[in-house]
């Protein structure tokens, strides 16, 4: 068992959604799981608006104050409801684990195939800082390390983000629900990516394979990342 969360209201689908004291998905874990998805449905306005919708403008909008809101509704959290602070702390902390481990997945998938990973964080790095280059001579290039470094840090927020939400709305982590969610994000990027951003070409069977290989991946450190956290506290 995962104890750094409640099981209390388990026993149904009614109980999952919702119980007395707000811990249901449709209480306080789906209030602060759509909070942290927020990066993801930032990048998915950017995607559906084919870019007229900035991402700097998204992430402002859509994650940077429902995230100064989020912080001041932690003060009312109800202890029953399974959501605390330190709970909060101790699942964002977790959450590093599988978005590492979904990351590095797909470098043998570089190194043997050829496939980039990095390089739509060029484009979501020059949507974020609105320019070419930097300085007073721009380069006139979105290949920079500070277009790379804004799109890197916008793709973390979203991997830690999901798995964060993941663990809001789980009362214990299972292998099946892990994997499910994995799933879940997989059929996502498979729809979304082709339609509303690799729109010149349909992708080539390995790209569909690298963006299944990594989630699942991913979903296998969302199931590891309790037990490492556990084996830690109860070893020191």
Request: glycine fraction near 10%.
């Amino acid at each position: 068992m995962t104890d750094y969360v409640s099981e209390k209201g388990r026993g149904g689908l009614w109980r999952i959604l919702s119980d007395k004291d707000g811990g249901g998905w449709l209480g306080y874990r789906g209030l602060f799981a759509i909070i942290y998805f927020t990066p993801q449905i930032a990048l998915f306005a950017y995607w559906i608006t084919y870019r007229a919708v900035t991402l700097s403008a998204a992430l402002f909008y859509l994650t940077l104050i429902p995230f100064i809101i989020a912080l001041s509704l932690t003060a009312l959290l109800p202890g029953k409801s399974g959501i605390t602070p330190k709970t909060l702390a101790i699942i964002t902390i977790m959450a590093i684990i599988p978005y590492s481990l979904y990351d590095w997945a797909r470098v043998p998938m570089n190194l043997i195939f050829g496939i980039p990973f990095w390089d739509h964080w060029f484009d979501w790095g020059n949507s974020i800082l609105g320019t070419t280059g930097t300085g007073a001579t721009p380069t006139g290039t979105i290949f920079t390390y500070e277009q790379l470094t804004a799109g890197l840090i916008s793709h973390i927020m979203r991997g830690w983000g999901l798995a964060v939400g993941y663990y809001i709305l789980v009362r214990k982590v299972t292998l099946v629900s892990a994997f499910a969610f994995g799933w879940a994000m997989t059929i996502f990027y498979w729809i979304v990516f082709p339609v509303w951003v690799l729109t010149d070409a349909l992708p080539p069977w390995i790209w569909f394979f690298t963006a299944w290989e990594s989630h699942m991946v991913f979903a296998a450190g969302l199931w590891v990342a309790p037990k490492i956290f556990n084996y830690y506290r109860r070893a020191y």
